[in-house]
């Protein structure tokens, strides 16, 4: 599972709120006070956004604190395959190949 791009939207997203917050027009005081309406709010599209992004990068961690440390199946799999020898077939040697160039965006 690869959080990256998780992370990477949340830092995007804080970046705008941080830039937000130090733009003088975000934050001008009213001319006049009117006590005659009644008090409302509202979220901007980009507080929206952050709190989407924050509400998916908690479920992430949620999955992520579930699983176990160590996943005995997988370590009983991969020493199954290194007794067998897997590891050192041209098979393994060109399933790795191919991840390697789609993770590094390289065409056959």
Known sequence: MR????SNKIASELKKVENAKKSPKAYSAPKKASFSKQDSSS?????RRLSESKAQA???AA???MEPDIRVEKV???KKKVANGY???SEFA???AEKMCDVFGIKK
């Open 3 to 6: 959080l990256t791009p998780i």
């Open 43 to 47: 979220f901007t599209s980009d507080a």
């Open 58 to 60: 908690d479920i992430a």
């Open 63 to 65: 999955r992520i604190a």
């Open 76 to 78: 009983n799999e991969v």
């Open 87 to 89: 590891y050192n077939t």
């Open 94 to 96: 060109d399933r790795l």
